[in-house]
């Protein structure tokens, strides 16, 4: 058996998750009414209904998000809204909280989210021993760490692929309790990450002023592809429940485009598409073309590039080209041809922040702004709105998906008969009876019937092939082919749904040992039955979650792989031959907030306190 490889397409909502299909997903992962990371992403257990209905004729899948951390008094809403999710035939649920693996569930298949600290190879294969069939890989991960990862237990691995990056450990960020109680692991984060910082060193200069030091590029890991296949990844997660439509569609495409190319050449030995039907698009996707800071590959080919986008947190867009000069009221700018009306431009100031510039028109290669700043020639300019590129994509038909099927008409005793196959081995027969009469001149109009049986409009059928087998040359109107052809995929569609086969699973209660025996309150244990199934699992000493516990301005608030010393080239492992070292503790300072860091040199790691915390500075191990 060749092994499935898929793209998982976010959706905000039921018009973003049919899109998402329409453009080549093999799955999408969509909130339900509540308990889902974002909180204004949330959809009615009708709409998903629907959703999955669409999917399913696709044989794409449906993955329910609720992967915030529960109290309490959540835990039987939450049971109770499982259930009905199952009852509509979801494929999968992606989990932070392990309260739900204590819940009385219907057998339903469940995902480990990314949030639930998924770094390594003994806590992957306890999640795997405890019944999870996948688990979301954290974006932190290099290729060896996952061949690892892949090689210690068999479970499904899914990973990040495109989109925006949190910049902590996903699941282990507070920064956004800690400043005014709105809980990232709750569903709704307040982005301090991509606030403006100043930067302090240990004698209290300020080294940088007013930058997102925070706020790191985007991810793009699609050419590595491959090579993640080969390290075990079967799904590949595009980030974006809250972007647009415009961003799921041209993510989609370009993955799909990327991937078939791989699945058709070097790797059609071993693996296969997750899904039915080929895509047709009207617009060439390219990465650049939607919302994005700049790219990075994060990790995944170990520490080896800046992945800050320290200038400004808002999207960057793609190069076109520098200033020339300013002429009159208009911009002259290389590639200038390549702007239209409507454009949103994008350019770093004298202050070093990003600044924007809204194109009212293009003419003769000048582009003329609606306001018109100063910028200096020579200055790189972006675009961050691409008003052609976004016309195009917008329309329902800029990405169209079909299954493909082949038609035999033949005749029977009492008249004729109409069958689909379609591409996986689904068939539909349709009778009609009907007298049999040579046409007038007793001459063939096959192609007539070939013409009209072709013709499947909005259905997701393509016709590649075409056979009438009839014993003389007999007479139809067309009004009965065509109504032959439209119940034949009608039921076509019926039969699809009817053969999808959702997985299942019901959890059997384990008590393995967990690889840990005390919990910290970065484990986000938050109500009883999170507690229960971790000490049932061995688990002696369990610190609540950080939004139960909090002490305000002594907590550690985040703790990443991202770090600025090695932003800034004064890291002593990665330069050792640099000016002089940084004063420690750095501190970040924004209006009245104040962080200190801490850098661990061994796990290569940084963390962010609060400002009266109190630690140890470790000394640096690389003199």
């Known amino acids: 058996m060749k092994k499935k490889i898929e793209i998982l397409a976010p959706a905000k909502d039921l018009i973003q998750g049919m899109a998402a299909i329409n453009a080549g997903a093999d799955a999408v992962y969509i909130g339900a009414s509540q308990f889902g990371a974002r909180s204004n992403a949330t959809n009615s257990i009708e709409d998903v209904a629907e959703l999955v209905k669409y999917a399913h004729l696709f044989n794409a899948q449906v993955f329910v998000v609720v992967n915030t951390i529960l109290y309490d008094n959540e835990l039987e809403t939450c049971r109770q809204m499982i259930w009905k999710l199952y009852d509509i035939k979801v494929d999968a649920l992606i989990v932070q909280d392990?309260?739900?693996?204590?819940?009385?569930?219907?057998?339903?298949?469940?995902?480990?989210?990314?949030?639930?600290?998924?770094?390594?190879?003994?806590?992957?294969?306890?999640?795997?021993?405890?019944?999870?069939?996948?688990?979301?890989?954290?974006?932190?991960?290099?290729?060896?760490?996952?061949?690892?990862?892949?090689?210690?237990?068999?479970v499904e691995l899914e990973f990040f692929v495109t989109g925006a990056l949190c910049v902590s450990f996903s699941g282990n960020c507070y920064m956004s309790v800690a400043n005014g109680e709105r809980s990232a692991n709750r569903g709704s984060c307040a982005q301090n990450c991509r606030l403006p910082y100043?930067?302090?060193?240990?004698?209290?200069?300020?080294?940088?002023?007013?930058?997102?030091?925070?706020?790191?590029?985007?991810?793009?890991?699609?050419?590595?592809?491959?090579?993640?296949?080969?390290?075990g990844i079967c799904s590949f997660k595009i980030e974006g429940r809250l972007k647009d439509i415009v961003y799921v569609k041209n993510n989609v495409?370009?993955?799909?485009?990327?991937?078939?190319?791989?699945?058709?050449?070097?790797?059609?030995?071993?693996?296969?598409?997750?899904?039915?039907?080929?895509?047709?698009?009207?617009?060439?996707?390219?990465?650049?073309?939607?919302?994005?800071?700049?790219?990075?590959?994060?990790?995944?080919?170990?520490?080896?590039?800046?992945?800050?986008?320290?200038?400004?947190?808002?999207?960057?867009?793609?190069?076109?080209?520098?200033?020339?000069?300013?002429v009159g009221n208009a911009y002259e700018i290389e590639n200038g041809h390549l702007l239209s009306n409507g454009d949103g431009l994008c350019y770093i100031n004298e202050k070093n922040e990003a600044d924007g510039?809204?194109?009212?028109?293009?003419?003769?290669?000048?582009?003329?702004?609606?306001?018109?700043?100063?910028?200096?020639?020579?200055?790189?300019?972006y675009r961050n709105n691409d008003a052609a590129f976004i016309k195009i994509v917008e329309r329902e038909d800029s990405a169209v998906r079909k299954i493909s099927t082949t038609l035999l008409l033949t005749e029977n005793e009492n008249g004729f008969e109409l069958i689909a196959t379609d591409e996986d081995g689904n068939a539909s027969k349709v009778n009609l009876v009907h007298p049999k009469e040579r046409t007038k001149s007793n001459e063939s109009i096959e192609e007539n019937f070939k013409i009209n049986l072709a013709k499947t409009g909005f259905t997701p059928y393509k016709v590649e092939e075409i056979?009438?087998?009839?014993?003389?040359?007999?007479?139809?109107?067309?009004?009965?082919?065509?109504?032959?052809?439209?119940?034949?995929?009608?039921?076509?569609?019926?039969?699809?749904?009817?053969n999808y086969k959702v997985k299942e699973h019901q959890l059997v209660k384990t008590s393995h040992p967990y690889p840990e025996t005390k919990l910290d309150f970065m484990y986000n244990v938050s109500n009883k039955l999170a507690r229960k199934f971790y000490e049932r699992h061995g688990v002696t000493e369990i610190e609540k979650a950080f939004e139960l516990q909090w002490d305000p301005g002594k907590s550690r608030v985040m703790t990443t792989k991202y770090c600025i010393k090695y932003e800034l080239e004064k890291c002593p492992k990665y330069h050792p031959n640099m000016d002089g070292r940084l004063?420690?503790?750095?501190?970040?300072?924004?209006?009245?907030?104040?962080?200190?860091?801490?850098?661990?040199?061994?796990?290569?790691?940084?963390?962010?306190?609060?400002?009266?915390?109190?630690?140890?500075?470790?000394?640096?191990?690389?003199?």
Request: charged share 30%; net charge negative.
């Open 467 to 498: 056979s009438i087998q009839f014993s003389e040359n007999w007479f139809l109107p067309i009004s009965k082919i065509n109504e032959m052809r439209r119940t034949v995929f009608e039921q076509l569609s019926e039969i699809r749904l009817d």
């Open 253 to 326: 495409s370009y993955l799909r485009q990327k991937l078939d190319s791989f699945l058709e050449g070097a790797g059609s030995e071993k693996y296969t598409k997750a899904s039915s039907g080929k895509c047709s698009y009207t617009f060439d996707s390219a990465l650049d073309k939607t919302f994005n800071r700049g790219y990075t590959d994060y990790f995944v080919n170990e520490r080896h590039q800046a992945i800050g986008s320290w200038n400004s947190p808002k999207s960057k867009g793609e190069y076109i080209g520098k200033l020339i000069k300013i």
């Open 198 to 231: 100043n930067l302090i060193d240990g004698h209290g200069e300020t080294l940088i002023k007013n930058s997102h030091l925070l706020s790191i590029k985007d991810f793009d890991v699609s050419d590595q592809i491959p090579n993640l296949i080969e390290a």
């Open 583 to 623: 004063k420690e503790p750095l501190i970040l300072k924004q209006g009245e907030l104040e962080y200190k860091l801490k850098f661990n040199c061994k796990p290569c790691e940084m963390e962010i306190w609060e400002k009266d915390a109190e630690f140890e500075i470790e000394e640096d191990h690389f003199h």
């Open 357 to 381: 510039i809204y194109i009212n028109k293009v003419e003769n290669g000048l582009a003329y702004p609606f306001v018109l700043k100063e910028v200096k020639p020579g200055a790189f300019i």
């Open 98 to 154: 392990m309260a739900i693996m204590e819940m009385e569930l219907p057998p339903i298949v469940i995902h480990a989210s990314t949030q639930a600290n998924n770094r390594d190879a003994d806590k992957i294969k306890f999640l795997k021993d405890a019944g999870m069939k996948r688990v979301v890989l954290a974006r932190e991960l290099n290729l060896h760490q996952i061949k690892e990862i892949s090689e210690a237990s068999d």
